[in-house]
């Protein structure tokens, strides 16, 4: 069907000039009437974003037209007006789109002809991967990461997609006819229009005030859309996704960007990706990690859900623990810290230490009021202040315990991949040396090569699987490109028992590695699960200052065995107990040190 440029134009000129009410940035509540109406724009939103297979859409500046279509659509009051309202902003989008309060069925739909169809084709979400927030850099080096219009076959897909969100159906086309055709002209022009001409924000460079209302419920609309559709772990969470979009949208108008940011927090959250992480204006640190601490002098545990001070003062020794803040039992604080941190179970229970005090109010000098006991039991009331943000970046440490077992304990960023290298060189030519124990716990990067010192094969990664997704909703069909790496064995393999020790902590790259070590068997395992949560970050900048990153591949096991929120299981678990950290005792070390006295004794290095 053709629509042609002045039917747009009058449509958009209805659209801008005969709204039901004037939008109101200052309220400071939402209907369920606005909130169902902004529910319909979401879903058709990111459908006609994503999924409409015109190149010309691709041109739009979808975070403005975001914005424009939250003002223009909130406050419709019948379901008539808001289906008015929708087909307006979206048929110079999308010309055959249809928009009613009853269901549209197959007999009402446009045909299309039978010729060769284009269809979008998304590898992952299109967004690549961010290293140190560092997007463009490494577009080239992720580029499996893309999207683009590819021709498609009558069998590939269905070319209609419809589908309905509180009682608004929709239908749209989900492949177009290959060929400039008129309409891709007509909706360049119209995209043209309404990006410069008829939203009412001044083009800018850099981000929009998340102080204005819009600006927050276009962000929450934006990432809703890209979870929804493309996150690579949706099977392995029972997300209520309208549930999840109607909460988010609640919560977005209420208080300042602080506010906002806990908001983007508790929405993500029941996806339980420990790659999520929501920085807000003003936050420094790596997107997508978790050494981005407040400047503090002390730092928490979280054993059990019992929350003890690792790191202490003259007034609040290491080894204490905290039974209360700001007058709130501290289990119940903990309950709270984890609504906001999307992680599963194990990463959870160590971020939620991390962020006992640090996170709770960003960019904000706060004084905490802790109740605690000491290690000799006597109770205790301290005030802890909070200040600023800094960058944990350790660099690290390399110990030898009695000159025949060697330690290597990592930690911080920065893992010395070269030092590592001579010091495994040097133990391959060490004929006293009884064993290694290689501490992963709270390491940071490493060079996965080091594995090639104890092994005398080819090693493989577990396959990384970009999603390829060519519908919405990621039904019909789900295929992965897969990739990879693979790692050599040196010139001399150690051959002596080999520990690793490892716990929640353990995430992402350490899983990769921890991986290949459960798989080929190349050395014990001892301490605790790693987190379960394994692939490239990808990173999603929002309308305001917000940036927020999330797993954008999936990865499972060697064996195909999911790893999403379970993680490398130890062959000798070994927990911390509070008792245990109080007196000084590493207990998963001692584990590992008996393991390598026996194995060397056996002579049973093979795991």
């Not at 069925?105 to 140190?132: A, C, D, W």
């Not at 269905?158 to 589908?163: C, I, Q, S």
């Not at 990384?464 to 019909?476: A, C, D, E, L, S």
Request: with cysteine.
């Amino acid at each position: 069907m053709k629509i042609y440029l002045t039917t747009i134009l009058f449509a958009l000129s209805i659209s801008v000039g005969h709204s039901q009410s004037v939008y109101d940035e200052s309220q400071s509540q939402i209907s369920s009437r606005n909130v169902n109406n902004l529910m319909a724009y979401a879903e058709i939103y990111n459908t006609v974003r994503y999924f409409y297979p015109s190149k010309a859409v691709q041109s739009i500046n979808w975070d403005k037209f975001a914005i424009y279509g939250v003002r223009e659509i909130q406050n419709c009051e019948t379901q008539q007006a808001l289906i008015e309202k929708l087909t307006a902003l979206f048929r110079p989008l999308c010309p055959e789109i249809k928009i009613d309060t009853t269901e549209i069925f197959s007999t009402n739909l446009y045909p299309l002809q039978k010729k060769s169809r284009r269809k979008y084709v998304h590898y992952g979400s299109g967004n690549p991967p961010s290293m140190f927030g560092i997007t463009g850099l490494l577009y080239k080096l992720y580029k499996p990461y893309y999207t683009k219009i590819k021709n498609v076959t009558a069998n590939d897909s269905l070319f209609w997609y419809k589908d309905s969100i509180n009682r608004i159906y929709f239908a749209m086309p989900s492949a177009a006819v290959k060929g400039n055709t008129p309409d891709y002209k007509h909706i360049q022009k119209a995209v043209d229009t309404i990006t410069i001409k008829q939203l009412d924000i001044k083009k800018r460079a850099g981000f929009l005030n998340a102080d204005m209302r819009s600006h927050r419920l276009a962000s929450i609309i934006i990432a809703w859309g890209i979870f929804r559709h493309f996150y690579p772990y949706s099977n392995y969470n029972e997300v209520a996704w309208n549930d999840m979009l109607s909460e988010a949208l609640q919560n977005a108008v209420y208080g300042d960007k602080v506010d906002f940011y806990f908001c983007l927090r508790n929405m993500l959250a029941p996806l339980n990706d420990g790659h999520i992480f929501t920085m807000m204006a003003g936050q420094q640190g790596l997107v997508g990690f978790s050494f981005v601490g407040r400047k503090t002098d002390v730092f928490f545990k979280n054993i059990n859900d019992t929350i003890v001070v690792e790191k202490g003062t003259s007034m609040l020794p290491q080894g204490s623990i905290i039974n209360a803040v700001n007058g709130t039992d501290v289990k119940d604080w903990i309950r709270d810290r984890e609504k906001y941190i999307s992680a599963g179970p194990h990463y959870k229970r160590i971020q939620c230490a991390r962020e006992f005090l640090t996170s709770y109010y960003p960019n904000r000098d706060t004084i905490f009021h802790l109740n605690f006991t000491t290690p000799d039991g006597q109770a205790n009331i301290i005030d802890v202040p909070i200040k600023g943000f800094v960058l944990n970046e350790d660099s690290a440490a390399f110990i030898a315990h009695n000159n025949d077992i060697y330690v290597l304990k990592f930690s911080g960023m920065n893992a010395g991949t070269k030092t590592l290298h001579k010091i495994l060189q040097a133990i391959s030519n060490d004929d006293s040396a009884k064993g290694v124990i290689i501490d992963l716990r709270n390491s940071g990067f490493m060079d996965h090569k080091f594995l090639g010192f104890f092994t005398d094969t080819v090693l493989h990664s577990a396959p990384f699987k970009i999603p390829i997704i060519t519908y919405p909703k990621q039904k019909n069909n789900i295929r992965y490109r897969t990739d990879g790496f693979k790692i050599k064995p040196k010139r001399k393999k150690i051959n002596i028992p080999v520990i690793f020790i490892t716990d929640g902590s353990v995430l992402s790259y350490g899983e990769s590695v921890m991986g290949i070590v459960d798989h080929y068997k190349l050395g014990y395992i001892v301490g605790e699960a790693t987190t379960g949560v394994n692939g490239d970050i990808a990173r999603l900048p929002l309308p305001v200052h917000n940036i927020m990153s999330y797993t954008g591949m999936r990865v499972d096991k060697h064996d195909g065995s999911p790893l999403f929120c379970i993680g490398i299981t130890p062959t000798h678990p070994v927990n911390t107990t509070v008792t245990d950290f109080q007196h000084g005792i590493d207990a998963p070390m001692q584990k590992a040190l008996d393991i390598i006295k026996q194995a060397y004794n056996e002579k049973k290095y093979n795991k």
